[in-house]
């Protein structure tokens, strides 16, 4: 079973900038789509933002315009990079990857979190 490696989370004040890497933890896997999700106070996951495998991409509406998600295809690694943060960003961010395995067995797949707060 793959696993998903993220590094990134950190504090940082207003304004600032933060980038988020992701990749999985062995190669052989097609990665379909990759994004990033937090929990919102008192709420389960949401969506920050997602991109398929052809490049097409999806952001929850508080982050347009702020954060931008991409993904380099070879290494099936994906970045999530967050300018203008704002306080209301802290949360404890997660990679999630829809994967196929070598043998073909499709999994969702999730990391482990990184913890990003946002305060002066």
């Known amino acids: 079973q793959v696993q998903l490696l993220e590094s990134g989370g950190v504090l940082v004040q207003p304004g600032g900038s933060l980038r988020l890497p992701c990749a999985p933890s062995r190669s052989g896997y ?6 990033w999700y937090r929990p919102p106070p008192g709420k ?14 999806n952001y929850v509406d508080s982050v347009k315009a702020r954060f ?3 993904r380099d295809n070879a290494k099936n690694t ?11 960003d802290t ?6 990857a829809r994967s196929r395995s070598p043998m073909g067995v499709m999994a969702d797949v999730w990391g482990q979190g990184t913890q990003v ?4």
């Open 44 to 57: 389960q996951r949401e969506l920050v933002a997602v991109i398929g495998a052809g490049g097409s991409t």
């Open 91 to 96: 949360a404890v961010y997660y990679c999630y």
């Open 78 to 88: 994906v970045v999530l990079q967050m300018n203008s943060l704002k306080p209301e």
């Open 68 to 70: 931008t998600i991409s």
């Open 117 to 120: 707060t946002v305060s002066s």
């Open 30 to 35: 097609v990665i379909i789509t990759m994004g």
